[in-house]
Nanobody, 124 residues
Framework: VQLQASGGGLVQDGGSLRLSCAVS????????VGWFRQAPGKDREFVAA???????YYADSVKGRFAISRDNAKTTVFLQMNSLKPADTAIYYC???????????????????WGQGTLVTVSS
């Protein structure tokens, strides 16, 4: 599976951005695509994930502000980010795996495939 993230940029506090992750290669109904982020000096953390079946999962810190979705062709996963805060500043990565179980979805170590990151900067 190959992944290509895009859509990062500079936005003001309270603004919005939409990230995209282009997905290609072999996927199945068990495929999960997740978004993770890493701020300077911090560990990488889970943001959101979506199963190819449509089930979605969110970190508590972004619930109600971020929305993950995919297109019907299952070639692109989107992360709509609203009400952005300076604390959301980070490099955002998309990742995928074809065998994850629900209890592992938040763990970056369980994802086999990673795209390059895209930088999101939220100014105060």
């Amino acid at each position: 599976v190959q992944l290509q993230a895009s859509g990062g940029g500079l936005v003001q506090d309270g603004g919005s951005l939409r990230l995209s992750c282009a997905v290609s290669g072999r996927t199945s109904s068990r495929t999960v695509v997740g978004w993770f982020r890493q701020a300077p000096g911090k560990d990488r953390e889970f943001v959101a994930a979506i199963r190819w079946t449509g089930a979605t999962y969110y970190a508590d810190s972004v619930k109600g502000r971020f929305a993950i979705s995919r297109d019907n062709a299952k070639t692109t996963v989107f992360l709509q980010m609203n009400s952005l805060k300076p604390a959301d500043t980070a490099i955002y990565y998309c990742a995928a795996d074809n065998t994850l179980i629900v209890s592992s979805i938040h763990s970056d170590e369980q994802y086999d495939y990673w795209g390059q990151g895209t930088l999101v900067t939220v100014s105060s």
